[in-house]
């Protein structure tokens, strides 16, 4: 039944008219509000369809609202479903990435598809705190770091507000201007110990990653803009942006030694980490990437809990030392509630999906929840959960139900009519 609800959703919401519009001034910071509000409750209505259907993942839904938007806010002319990035244009300047060396970075939104498009987001992967660095030599041209609080996750709501970002902005000798957005508050001024003014190398080091503002989960906001000719530096609001800022000033970065030279959505990249052989010449808490081209492995960080390992061997990519169906995992490390690929991985009960498959784990019978919970299951399709144990008074059933005692405190259910704890 949910997954026809959700299909019959989908199918409404992919019926509505397109909506087009020029993408000449940036959605909800000038120019077109209310189209962008369209917009913003178009990508909502696919977000709350996509949550409601039977393989429901967050991640998978906030990238689902990103492209429904992009698509009614900056259509492409060719009808494409994916728009064009707002600009085409490679960056002039080669940057590095702007993570320290030996990180492993995951890139969730690339230059098209960032809602908006034009920018990129980046997240370290293994033990933090992960060290945001100059992707180019510079001068520091706008700090703000004083900020602590991480803004609602759910975009919609957010979007419409002000987005109260910490945020580095510097200036490259070549015209073009790189920023750094969501890092922890003062690591760039203490912690860092840089000023507006100062000049910085590439790989110097700027600050921590974090999730001020607009963020959801923590993450790094990069982007490359050019501005014109004789623009006069100034910060346009609270989130960080640059005042009189167009799309067509964002640049696509090209990152030195990446494959295609920019970076793509949903990939996993090594920034600069030593070659290896073997697990021992890596570093504790890292693993050898070895494949068939030795000169080329790297040492990378162990993997957590439900990140994807080799289908063969990869127990050796994980912190646990476990791989299987291709995912990391702790026997027994899971509890009730926890996502789980394997049954084996849940301390109690067993995961809601067959092996190999997303799922959660749930209880078998009340002695997998503990003295004050029952295992609440039965013949619906609600997946098992652990619930308090009721107290006298309270319901603990309907018209034909049974066996409802171990719902209570007392042990003890009324049955019909009342069905009430007693």
Known sequence: MRAAMFLLGLVALMSLPAHGGPGSSRGNRSGNVAKDEQCETIGRRRYDLCMAGPKADREECLRAYDETYNRCRYPSSSGATQPAP???????????????????????????????????DMSGRGGGPYRIVAAAPGTIRFIEDSRSK????????????????????????????SKYSHMQQYTTTGKAGLDVGDKVEAGRYLGDEGKVGCAWPAHLHFEVVRPPDGWKPAIGDPSGELAGYLPSQARNPVIAGVPGKTLKDGETYAVNRPTCKKDGDCDDGEYCNAGVDLKRNTCVALKS????????????????????????YTPDGANIGDTC??????????????????????????????S????????????????????????????????????CKSGKCSGFPKYECK
């Open 372 to 407: 004050s919970s029952y295992c609440d299951k039965g013949l619906d399709t609600k997946i098992n959960a652990c619930r308090p144990k009721l107290s006298n008074g309270a319901k603990c059933g309907k018209a034909g139900s049974f066996g409802n005692d171990h719902k």
């Open 341 to 370: 690929y394997a049954d084996d991985a849940c301390r109690s009960g067993r995961c809601s999906d067959i092996d190999g498959l997303k799922g959660v784990c749930v209880c078998n019978d009340d002695d997998d929840c503990g």
């Open 305 to 328: 809990d439900n990140e994807t390992c080799d289908l063969v061997g990869g127990g050796h990519q994980c912190k646990s030392g476990h791989c299987r169906f291709s995912r990391c």
């Open 150 to 177: 991480q803004q609602h996750p759910e975009r919609w709501l957010r979007n419409m507000r002000a987005c109260n970002n910490n945020y580095v902005w510097i200036e490259h000798a070549n015209g073009e201007w």
């Open 86 to 120: 707002v600009n085409p244009d490679l960056s002039r300047n080669i940057y590095r990435f702007p993570y320290a060396d030996g990180s492993r970075v995951h890139v969730s939104r690339d230059f098209k598809t960032h809602k908006d498009p034009g920018k990129l």
